[in-house]
Nanobody, 123 residues
C-alpha cells in the first residue's frame, strides 16, 4: 500500500508562487512514477506534471516554464513549485503514484491518489 498526503495549497494572487508537497508512505519503493493532476470545478481532472525515479520530468503544455516538479527520495516527498500563477490554475491539486515504469499522462494509469489540496489564484 502507498499513502499520499498533499499540503501547501492556499490562496495566492495572480503572478504569485506556491509550492505543493506530497508526502508518500508505505511501499514507496514500488512506485516508479509520481505525478500531479488538477481538477477545476466543472472540468475533467487533467495532467499537470510527472517525474520518474530517474528524475526525468514531464509537463502539460499549459504549465511548462512555470511549474517545476521535483522529488526528495530521502524524505519520500514530491514537490510542485508553481510560479507565475494564473487564475486558470485554480483547482484541487492531486498527487498520484504509478508502479509502472513508463511515464503516463492518463489518470487511469495511476494507482494511488492523495486527497487533494485546494489552490486558488485570484485575479
Amino acid at each position: 500500500q502507498v499513502q499520499l498526503v498533499e499540503s501547501g495549497g492556499g490562496l495566492v494572487q495572480a503572478g504569485g508562487s506556491l509550492r505543493l508537497s506530497c508526502a508518500a508512505s508505505g511501499r514507496t519503493f514500488s512506485m516508479n512514477i509520481m505525478g500531479w493532476f488538477r481538477q477545476a470545478p466543472g472540468k475533467e481532472r487533467e495532467f499537470v506534471a510527472a517525474i520518474s525515479r530517474s528524475d526525468n520530468t514531464y509537463y502539460a503544455d499549459s504549465v511548462k516554464g512555470r511549474f517545476t516538479i521535483s522529488r526528495d527520495n530521502t524524505k519520500n516527498t514530491v514537490y510542485l513549485q508553481m510560479n507565475s500563477l494564473k487564475p486558470e490554475d485554480t483547482a484541487v491539486y492531486y498527487c498520484a503514484a504509478r508502479s509502472g515504469r513508463y511515464y503516463s499522462r492518463l489518470r487511469n494509469d495511476y494507482e494511488y491518489w492523495g486527497q487533494g489540496t485546494q489552490v486558488t489564484v485570484s485575479s
